[in-house]
Each structure stands twice: as C-alpha cells, then as structure tokens.
C-alpha cells in the first residue's frame, strides 16, 4: 500500500514560490507504473488538478492549462519524494493542496496524501 | 475542458435509506473514464468507484456506480451513519476535472 506524507510551508507571500513536498513509501517515484500528482481544493474553485510527474524511460510531465505557466513538479528519487513548485502566487492560490497517485496512466486517484492547507498572504 | 454539473447539491436522507446522486458532463466522457470519491470533513478524497461503475478496493457493495456518455449515477443503498459526507465526481478521459461535489446530510 502506497502511503504519502506531505510538508511544506502554510502560508506564502503573495507574488513568492509556494513549494510543497510528498513522501512516497511503498513504492518509487522512480516507478514506471505510477504517476504522481497534485490536486488543490478551494471553495472558489473546487477539486481541480494541477499536474503531474511521471517515470516511463525518462521523466515526464502534464501540466492544466490553468496553471501551466507557472507549475513546476519534481520528483527526488534520493528522498523518494516529488515537490510541487508554483510560483507568482496570488490570493486566488489559496486552497488545501494534496498529492496523489495514479497507476499506469489510469486518471483516477487511488492513494491521497492528508493535505496541505496553504494561504496566501502578505 | 469538461465541466461536471453534480446535483442536487445537498441531499438530506435518514440511516437505511438511499441516496441518488448524478453527475452529468459537458460532453461526452471518452470511454465512460468516470470516477467517484467520498470526502469527509477534514479527509482527503477516498476513491469508491473508477471507469463509471467499478468499485476500487475495499469499497462496500452498496455503492454502486452506473451511466454512460454524459450522464452518470452513483447510487448508496441503506445509508450508513458514516456514508454522510460529500461526494465528487471526476472525468479522466480529457485531462482531469471534477464535479462541485453533492453533499448527503443526516
């Protein structure tokens, strides 16, 4: 069983970097099966998800549209853990953010990490 | 980008009834690439059915998914205390979206 366990700073200056990180255990983010996401949740906005990284015979990345100037995710196979980079942070930013997981390219998320409630505020 | 109308938006039900819960798409979802998540208060989303009507492991047979193309259901046979909680829906055919969710209140 997949377990991820989030970290990172709650609250984040506007126009700064918000940076959050997920620890995998039981599997690798270097698995070639899996795909490692992140979704936020807001009452403005809803679920919506953000991007993702994933390991075929190199690393790949999916990004929304809504987001994709801005979104970065990275994976750590040393720690064994991906991070979610986005920057110029406004208010509208402002959500629980979770990572998740998905297997062989499926879509749907299986195992959830407990979530990240993050503000932006100066 | 397929936008997921859930209604209703609140349910109110009693222990041991059923709950009809619908989720309709903005156009057809590629291969009825369809799921549905449990949110408690405080809780990330739980996975409960996948691919419209398959439930994920460990997901209790009174949960049952169904529908095809636009229109689909999730449906909570003889409600239990700790089915109330807000439901998602959620495509995966083009890109990710989901649903504004229904709640099922005591």
């Known amino acids: 069983q997949v377990q991820l366990q989030q970290s990172g700073p709650g609250l984040v200056k506007p126009s700064q970097t918000l940076s959050l990180n997920c620890a995998v255990s039981?599997?690798?983010?270097?698995?070639?099966?899996?795909?490692w996401n992140w979704v936020r949740q807001s009452p403005s906005r809803g679920l919506e998800w953000l991007g993702r990284?994933?390991?075929?015979?190199?690393?790949?990345?999916d990004f929304a549209e809504s987001v994709k100037s801005r979104i970065s995710i990275t994976a750590d196979t040393s720690r064994n853990q991906f991070s979610l980079h986005l920057s110029s942070v406004t208010p509208e930013d402002t959500a629980v953010y979770y990572c998740?997981?998905?297997?062989?390219?499926?879509?749907?998320?299986?195992?959830w990490g407990q979530g990240t409630r993050v503000t932006v505020s100066s | 980008e397929i936008v997921l109308t859930q209604s209703p938006g609140t349910l109110s039900l009693s222990p041991g009834e059923r709950a009809t819960l619908s989720c309709r798409a903005s156009?057809?979802?590629?291969?009825?690439?369809l799921a549905w998540y449990q949110q408690k208060v405080g809780q990330a989303p739980r996975l409960l059915i996948y691919?419209?009507?398959t439930r994920a492991t460990g997901i209790s047979d009174r949960f049952t998914g169904s529908g095809s193309g636009t229109d689909f259901t999730l449906t909570i046979n003889r409600l239990q205390p700790e089915d109330f909680a807000v439901y998602f829906c959620?495509?995966?055919?083009?890109?990710?979206?989901f649903g504004r969710g229904t709640k099922v209140e005591l």
């Open positions: 039981g599997d690798s983010v270097s698995s070639t099966s899996i795909g």
């Open positions: 990284t994933y390991y075929r015979s190199k690393s790949y990345n």
């Open positions: 156009q057809n979802v590629n291969h009825n690439f």
């Open positions: 959620q495509q995966y055919g083009v890109s990710r979206t």
């Open positions: 691919a419209a009507s």
């Open positions: 998740t997981m998905d297997r062989w390219d499926s879509g749907y998320f299986e195992n």
